[in-house]
């Protein structure tokens, strides 16, 4: 069965600071990997997505996140944060192949608090 | 687009009672999920249907719950008999499914229905 561990449950950062949130994945099988960000008293919202290919992607946002098969890792970073990304950001995977691929698996969330 | 919309927004109930929330998905979508959230946790996932077929449901859905998407457009959770520890926040998600598995769509998520169980 597939997991995800998102290593940090808050993050506090200053404005223009660089950020990086972890996101480590357990699976027996090849997965699709997501960062989720969710604003207050709103849905979620894609940032980005990784299927196959180069294992760095970009979002939106100025986000970007790279995967580490050999770290089973999905690391979010950003170089210089705002104020606006105040938010929650949920990492996730579905599988591959096979059965359960609606099924999106959410670590627990990182609160990033961007302070001026 | 409209994005999805998720009907009521909040609901209290008393333990014990009924309650049924509906999710209408972005138009063109053939596929919608239902996850729920609770404090301090990521969503997690519920059911799934690819049109008005119900392809997968979670062990998390006991006998009281039940989905529905009568014509493959907007969907329905009910909630029978409702516990205290049902209070969470119902998620409902859709997707433009192509060929294939859903694995690779872009999940577009509601705003959620608010359930507090009294």
């Known amino acids: 069965a597939q997991s995800v561990t998102q290593l940090d449950s808050q993050v506090p950062v200053f404005e223009e600071a660089p950020v990086e949130l972890r996101c480590n994945y357990s699976?027996?099988?090849?997965?699709?990997l997501f960062w989720y960000v969710q604003y207050p008293n709103q849905g979620l919202q894609l940032l980005l997505k990784?299927?196959?290919?180069?294992?760095l992607v970009k979002g939106i946002n100025g986000f970007e996140a790279e995967f580490n098969k050999s770290q089973t890792s999905f690391h979010l970073r950003k170089p210089s944060v705002h104020i606006s990304d105040t938010a929650e950001y949920f990492c996730a995977v579905a599988r591959g192949y096979g059965g359960s691929q609606g099924n999106l698996i959410f670590g627990k969330g990182t609160k990033l608090s961007v302070k001026p | 687009d409209t994005g999805v919309s998720q009907n009521p927004r909040h609901k209290i109930t008393k333990r014990g009672q009924n309650v049924t929330f509906r999710c209408d998905p972005i138009s063109e979508h053939n596929r919608l999920y239902w996850y729920r959230q609770t404090l301090g946790q990521g969503p997690e996932f519920l059911t799934y249907?690819?049109?008005?077929?119900?392809?997968?449901k979670s062990r998390l859905l006991s006998d009281r719950f039940s989905a529905e998407r009568p014509k493959g457009s907007f969907s329905t959770l009910e909630i029978q008999r409702t516990e205290q520890g049902d209070s969470a926040m119902y998620l409902c998600?859709?997707?433009?499914?192509?060929?294939?598995?859903?694995?690779?769509?872009?999940?577009?998520f509601g705003p959620g229905t608010r359930l507090t169980v009294l």
């Open positions: 990784y299927l196959s290919g180069s294992t």
């Open positions: 699976s027996s099988v090849s997965v699709y």
């Open positions: 998600a859709s997707s433009l499914g192509l060929a294939g598995g859903a694995g690779t769509d872009t999940q577009y």
């Open positions: 249907f690819q049109n008005e077929a119900q392809l997968e």
